[in-house]
C-alpha cells in the first residue's frame, strides 16, 4: 500500500523553517508570541491538515491487516477537512488569548501557488472507515494540543 499524505502535524513536531507545513509554523510561532506571517490575499485558502497520529493508526492497521481482502493500492490519506488559513489565524489567536500579530508578505508566486487542498478519503474509508472520520472541531482540538506542546517547549 502506498500513501500520499496531506499536511502532517503533530507535537514536539521539530520545526523545519520554511519547509515545515504552514499549520507547524503557526502554531509553533504563535505559542512563543511571534508574527504569522501569511501571504497577501491567501486568507481564504486552506489545507487539508492531518494529525500524525490518524497516519500512524492507518499504517499500524495495515501492518496488522494481512489478508487478501487488505488495501492494496495507492491511496491519498489527509483528514478530509479543508481549513481556511483565516480559520487557522482565528485558532491560533483563541489559543494564546489575544490577536496574534500578522504579517502579510507580497504573493509573488501566485502561479504555482496551490490555494486548496481537500482529500477524498474514500476510497481508504472502504477499508478504515473508523480511522479516518475528522472534522473541524478535532482538528481544533489537536492543533490546540500541538500549540500547547510548543509553549511548554519555549
Not at 491567501?42 to 487488505?70: N, P, W, Y
Not at 488569548?97 to 482529500?119: C, K, L, M, N, R
Not at 489537536?142 to 500549540?147: F, I, R, T, V
Request: proline residues 3%; aromatic residues 12%; glycine residues 8%.
Amino acid at each position: 500500500m502506498g500513501l500520499r499524505y496531506t499536511n502532517v502535524f503533530g507535537p514536539r513536531e521539530p520545526i523545519e523553517g520554511r519547509m515545515s507545513s504552514v499549520i507547524s509554523q503557526w502554531l509553533w510561532r504563535s505559542a512563543r508570541g511571534k508574527a504569522i506571517e501569511i501571504y497577501d490575499g491567501t486568507h481564504d485558502s486552506g489545507r487539508d491538515f492531518i494529525e500524525v497520529h490518524r497516519i500512524a493508526r492507518v499504517i499500524l492497521r495495515r501492518l496488522k491487516d494481512t489478508g487478501k481482502d487488505s488495501a492494496r493500492g495507492v491511496f491519498n490519506l489527509g483528514s478530509g477537512v479543508t481549513v481556511t488559513f483565516g480559520e487557522l489565524i482565528t485558532w491560533c489567536s483563541a489559543f494564546a488569548g489575544i490577536d496574534v500579530e500578522v504579517h502579510t508578505i507580497p504573493f509573488t508566486i501566485a502561479e504555482q501557488y496551490q490555494h486548496w487542498t481537500s482529500v477524498n478519503m474514500d476510497a481508504l474509508g472502504q477499508y478504515y472507515p473508523d480511522l479516518i472520520v475528522a472534522n473541524h472541531e478535532s482538528l481544533k482540538a489537536y492543533a490546540q494540543e500541538c500549540w500547547r506542546s510548543h509553549r511548554e517547549s519555549t
